[in-house]
């Protein structure tokens, strides 16, 4: 297995377990696992982000704020909620949306 194969494992494995994820595996997720993204707020010089992670042939949505402190330039990724299992709805080409599983529009 490759790194990506084993930390794509691991996610799993503490998804499914029921386990938090914590700030590092989070910024794993919606750094080398995601599938898609789209800014929600812009507010100074941090960001609201939606993404999709896919892990396997699952998907995942998280909402989380990325930053640059302005202070010491340091890159921040701060995150509110764990990550919420989403299935892709197709209503015609030009409409997709992502759905929880209570029919609930993500994105």
Do not use: C
């Amino acid at each position: 297995m490759t790194d990506n194969q084993d930390t794509e494992k691991y996610l799993l494995d503490k998804i499914n377990n029921g386990e938090d994820l914590n700030d590092s595996e989070l910024t794993l997720l919606v750094t080398t696992f995601k599938y898609t993204e789209r800014t929600i707020e812009i507010e100074g010089s941090y960001e609201t982000i939606a993404t999709i992670a896919k892990l396997s042939n699952r998907y995942f949505y998280l909402e989380w704020e990325f930053g640059t402190d302005s202070y010491d330039r340091e890159k921040s990724y701060t995150f509110f909620e764990q990550p919420v299992e989403v299935h892709l709805e197709i209503r015609t080409e030009e409409h997709e949306r992502w759905v929880d599983s209570y029919g609930q529009v993500l994105l």
